[in-house]
């Protein structure tokens, strides 16, 4: 989609820092993170939420999760993480093409979700 920004970022239209690829997500760091190496999971076709998501791909990108859950928790050092996904502005939803939120937990954080 033309004027999505996730969509942008996956054209390399917009920079990004990607910290994982393949041929169907690409997950990147936040730009404005709620705490570090806030990341997040997007399917390269545009797809708005999970209302629209085929849920065989919402399956696979929640796999994905888990399995970065642990490669990040290994690397940066965190205890804790919320992984969670808004769906529709009143949901809390910023950017209307579907992504997970991968957020590490440090004890006494402050971050509110
Ligand atoms: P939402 O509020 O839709 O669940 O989450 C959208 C997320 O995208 C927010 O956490 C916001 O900080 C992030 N974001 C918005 N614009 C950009 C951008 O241009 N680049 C990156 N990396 N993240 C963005
Ligand atoms: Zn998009």
Redesign the pocket.
């Known amino acids: 989609m033309s004027d999505c ?1 996730f969509c942008k ?1 996956i054209a390399g239209e ?1 920079p ?1 820092a990607t910290i994982y690829e393949n041929d169907e997500f690409k997950v ?5 993170p709620s705490g570090e190496g806030h990341a ?1 999971i997007l399917p390269k076709n545009h797809v708005p939420n999970v209302f629209e998501i085929d849920p065989a791909q919402a399956g696979r990108a929640y796999a994905l999760a888990a399995k970065l859950a642990r490669a990040m928790k290994e690397v940066l050092g965190f205890t804790d993480m919320n992984i969670l996904q ?1 769906n529709g502005p009143i949901a ?4 209307f093409h579907f ?1 997970i ?1 991968l957020i590490p937990r440090r004890e006494g954080d402050g971050i509110n979700v």
């Open positions: 920004i970022i917009i990004s990147i760091l936040d730009r404005f997040l808004n809390g939803q910023t950017v992504h939120h």
